[in-house]
C-alpha cells in the first residue's frame, strides 16, 4: 500500500513534468532515479532482516536442543548427552544450523549453536540461560 502510494505520487510527478514540458524521456529517467534510490535504501535493511532471522533460527535451536536435554536427564540423570539422544527425545534441527555439545553431563550441560548466514553463536548452560 505504502509503496503503491510512492509510485503513485512518482508517477503523477513524471507525468506532471512531462505536460509542463519535459519530455516524458526525462520523466521517465526521474521515475528510474527515484526506484534506483529506494532500492538502495531497501536492499541492505532486507540483509539485515535475513541475518536477524538466521540468528533467532540458531537461538531456537539452542533452546530445543536443552528442552530435550532436560527431558533425557529426566529419564537419566547420571547420563551423558550426545546429538543421537537428543534427536530420541524430540529435538529436529533446522536446517543449516550447526549445534555443538561442549559438555553433555546434567550439572555442567553447555552447549552451542550457530548459522553459517547469521553472525552469532548462541550458547546455553546447565540452568537455560543462553547468551550471545
Given at each position: ?22 519530455s516524458f524521456f526525462d520523466s521517465l ?104
Amino acid at each position: 500500500m505504502r509503496i503503491e502510494a510512492q509510485f503513485n505520487l512518482t508517477f503523477s510527478f513524471a507525468v506532471g513534468l512531462c505536460v509542463r514540458g519535459s519530455s516524458f524521456f526525462d520523466s521517465l529517467m526521474i521515475v528510474i532515479a527515484i526506484i534506483g534510490i529506494l532500492a538502495a535504501i531497501a536492499v541492505p535493511q532486507f540483509q539485515a532482516y535475513r541475518t536477524r532471522g538466521f540468528n533467532a533460527q540458531a537461538r531456537s535451536d539452542a533452546k530445543n536442543a536443552y528442552t530435550a536435554a532436560q527431558a533425557f536427564f529426566t529419564d537419566s540423570p547420571g547420563g551423558t548427552v550426545t546429538s543421537a539422544l537428543l534427536s530420541n527425545y524430540g529435538y529436529r534441527a533446522s536446517s543449516s544450523v550447526s549445534l555443538a555439545i561442549n559438555d553433555g553431563s546434567m550439572t555442567a550441560l553447555n552447549m552451542s549453536a550457530s548459522h553459517p548466514q547469521g553472525n552469532t553463536a548462541y550458547v546455553i548452560d546447565s540452568g537455560g540461560q543462553i547468551t550471545p
